[in-house]
């Protein structure tokens, strides 16, 4: 019996000494609130050694690589606007994985990984933000013109990590999984001989042992190419970008 539960109910028969336990309305519902709220807090606990993963855009990019965390173990919670419409990827990858909104991933999540078209991230970075600080957040996101606006113009100003920075504020942001597309990650994941090379690029250095972690769970070899201010050379027009091979080959091109 939950603690909390088994106090409620020693109080109810203490209260009528002599006569049948009864528990008043007011004691049922505070144990019941504490066996909800215990439950709640078993489910959050992830398995030893594994992180509580939150995506934030659960599209090709998150989806895929979400997945292959909840195959290595880690509970994930993908989220996007419309949290209803991710069931279906929930429920093929078993119960480690669930669906939220992005206020529930953050608060749900020990690391973040954010796979969202750029030019939402200013809007996702405001409407949560008293809640970026002090997480971990790999950005997977790249920034076409095409695309996501106005904001383009201020990551090939600034920088795409000072930018993310910017509109997270707080957050340890680590560049990972964006420099190259999900049918690649899908294919060349755990593969056999010398794993594929994930660049990775911050200036947190325990957030840079976290995202390297979290690139071997997903099958990978993280090369770290520098602080976040690199981390243009494997955005698109970098020279690191699409740049496929094993960790050596991809530090040889580095050095280039």
């Known amino acids: 019996m939950k603690p909390a ?25 505070l144990a019941g ?22 995506v934030i855009g659960a599209g090709r990019i998150g989806g ?39 206020a529930q991933a953050i608060a749900f999540a020990d690391i973040l990984l954010l796979a969202v078209p750029y030019g939402a ?6 409407q949560n933000a008293s809640a970026w600080r002090g997480k971990t957040v790999l950005d997977a996101t790249n920034a076409i013109a095409a695309r996501d606006g106005a904001v383009v113009e201020e ?24 420099f190259t597309g999900a049918t690649e990650f899908a294919k060349e994941s755990h593969r ?23 690139v071997r769970d997903a099958g990978f070899e993280p090369v770290v190419v520098g602080g976040l201010s690199t981390a243009d050379r494997f955005a698109p027009g970098g020279k690191l970008f699409r740049q496929m091979g094993t960790a050596e080959e991809f530090r040889r091109a580095m050095a280039q």
């Open 5 to 29: 539960m088994e106090t409620a109910m020693k109080t109810a028969l203490r209260s009528q000494p002599g006569r049948p336990p009864r528990m008043s309305r007011r004691t049922v519902l």
């Open 64 to 102: 895929t690589i979400g997945g292959l965390w909840v195959k290595a173990g880690h509970p994930v919670m993908f989220s996007s606007r419309h949290p209803e419409e991710l069931k279906a990827l929930a429920d093929k990858l078993g119960p480690l994985a669930q669906t939220g909104t992005v």
């Open 33 to 54: 609130m504490a066996l909800v709220a215990t439950s709640g807090m078993a489910r959050a606990q992830a398995p030893a050694g594994k992180a509580r993963i939150g």
């Open 155 to 178: 990551v090939q100003r600034n920088g795409i990590g000072a930018t993310t920075s910017k509109y997270l504020r707080g957050a340890k942001i680590v560049r990972a999984f964006n």
């Open 121 to 126: 991230v200013p809007t996702i970075g405001e």
């Open 192 to 214: 056999s001989g010398a794993p594929l090379a994930v660049p990775i690029a911050g200036d947190d250095a325990r957030a840079l042992e976290v995202a390297s972690q979290l």
